[in-house]
């Protein structure tokens, strides 16, 4: 059981109450259907992201297809809900049976006995993940959630705005240099248009110009914080430059009213840092269907994008074990990551099913570049307690993209912080 105050995790036991997760099958209240005895098995797969529920459907009808005496019922808790959800829902010994795991939070549900080994699952695959996703959700020799994706930051930029101004699309030949003078190029502020936004985000934001520039975020151990860091320091003046010193980003007021993804998507930012996983979004977007497209980061020292990857994991408190984990197995087994390519849902984890989904993908937009980012990706920072040192450290970073705090100052505030928490 996770060592939380009691008044939050019965706080938000009650809201779990409210809204059903306390009944999704794996906990004390649970129905203890088992596929074994011929009668219909109901299991619950948490996620976090709408725009990846139908792919995720999808596999759970494929699954069902196979297994007819199993139901998989997929949920959507939001993001800003979801770790707190799992949290209370662990103290009652009732997560649901399987659902998604970061590497961020892998380390607590570990620690916390929450998640079911499932190295005899792994084994039957192995070789076929990144070695560092796979260690993200390993202790001890034991795996305790399956890679399901794999993520890259990419550019996007508007085509229409580049065609306007007539300057030539990014390439791979592009540095820092020649992207902030295309950014200042393009930015129109009588318009309302800026070449570029940089807000206060970490992964599709300044954490790719800290790895640019040869920085970090933590320490290689992870217990100390290294946003004092003089090549982090340097990385995030650059990025704050371009609101503060340049004017070629919108200000931190600006997006406080129109976030970034909203500026881009109504054709007011002619480029922005983001995710591959926001293929199926902006795709479903008719504007940015026929306006957008992607390239790879501009090099800054060196050449980096963050890469990411979340896990499938089990219940450790589940009553339907069998078929939790016969589920599993199939979304991490070539077939059900073919699946998830093909959909267009996420980047497979599964090596050589990233194919299907720029065959899925490419059509539209040049995905191909999220696969060429991953030689030279940098994992995202993770660790115990590393997802409230990350909260911590963007509020106290904000002064310095407002104008209100010098870089130096912000992250020595920032790293004093993390360490307090990484400590704990």
């Keep these: 059981m996770f060592k939380f105050k009691k008044t939050l995790a019965c706080a938000v036991g009650a809201t779990l109450l409210a809204a059903g ?30 725009i990846q529920q139908p792919g995720m459907q999808k596999l759970a009808d494929e699954f069902m297809k196979e297994n007819k005496n199993v139901k998989i019922k997929v949920q959507v808790i939001p993001w800003n809900e979801y770790w707190t959800k799992m949290e209370a829902s662990a103290n009652g010994k009732n997560l649901p049976d399987v659902f998604w795991m970061n590497g961020s939070e892998a380390a607590r549900y570990i620690k916390a006995d929450a998640l079911m080994d499932l190295t005899e699952s792994y084994n039957k695959e192995k070789g076929n993940y990144p070695e560092d996703l796979v260690k993200l959700y390993s202790k001890d020799n034991k795996t305790y959630a399956i890679p399901k994706d794999i993520s890259t930051i990419g550019l996007w930029y508007n085509k229409e705005i580049f065609d306007k101004k007539g300057i030539a699309y990014p390439d791979n030949t592009w540095d820092w240099a020649k992207f902030k003078e295309v950014a200042k190029q393009l930015t129109d502020t009588e318009q309302g248009i800026y070449g570029f936004g940089a807000p206060n985000d970490t992964e599709v934001g300044y954490y790719n110009a800290i790895f640019q520039n040869g920085g970090k975020v933590l320490s290689d151990d992870k217990k100390k914080s290294e946003l004092n860091n003089p090549a982090t320091q340097e990385a995030l003046q650059w990025w704050a430059d371009f609101s503060l010193k340049d004017k070629s980003s919108p200000t931190v007021a600006q997006t406080a009213e129109n976030d970034i993804r909203s500026l881009f998507a109504s054709g007011k930012l002619a480029m922005i840092f983001d995710g591959s996983w926001v293929f199926n979004d902006n795709a479903s977007n008719e504007y940015l269907k026929k306006n957008a497209d992607i390239a790879v980061l501009p090099k800054g020292k060196v050449r980096a994008t963050v890469y990411n990857g979340l896990g499938n994991a089990v219940s450790a408190y589940t009553k339907n074990k069998e078929a939790a984990v016969k589920f599993v197995e199939f979304l991490s087994s070539k077939k059900g990551m073919e699946i998830q390519g093909s959909t267009a849902t996420a980047i497979p984890a599964y090596k050589g099913a990233d194919k299907k989904f720029v065959e899925a993908t490419k059509a539209t937009f040049n995905t191909e570049v999220f696969s060429e980012m991953l030689e030279y990706g940098v994992l995202r920072p993770n660790g115990a307690n590393f997802n409230r040192a990350e909260s911590t450290a963007t509020e106290d970073l904000a002064p310095i993209f407002s104008g209100k705090s010098t870089v130096s100052d912000a992250t020595e505030k920032a790293a004093k912080d993390v360490n307090d928490i990484l400590a704990e």
């Design 21 to 50: 997760l306390t009944a999704c099958g794996s906990g004390q209240n649970a129905t203890d259907n088992k596929s074994d005895s011929g009668k219909e098995t109901e299991i619950t797969y948490a996620i976090w992201d709408k």
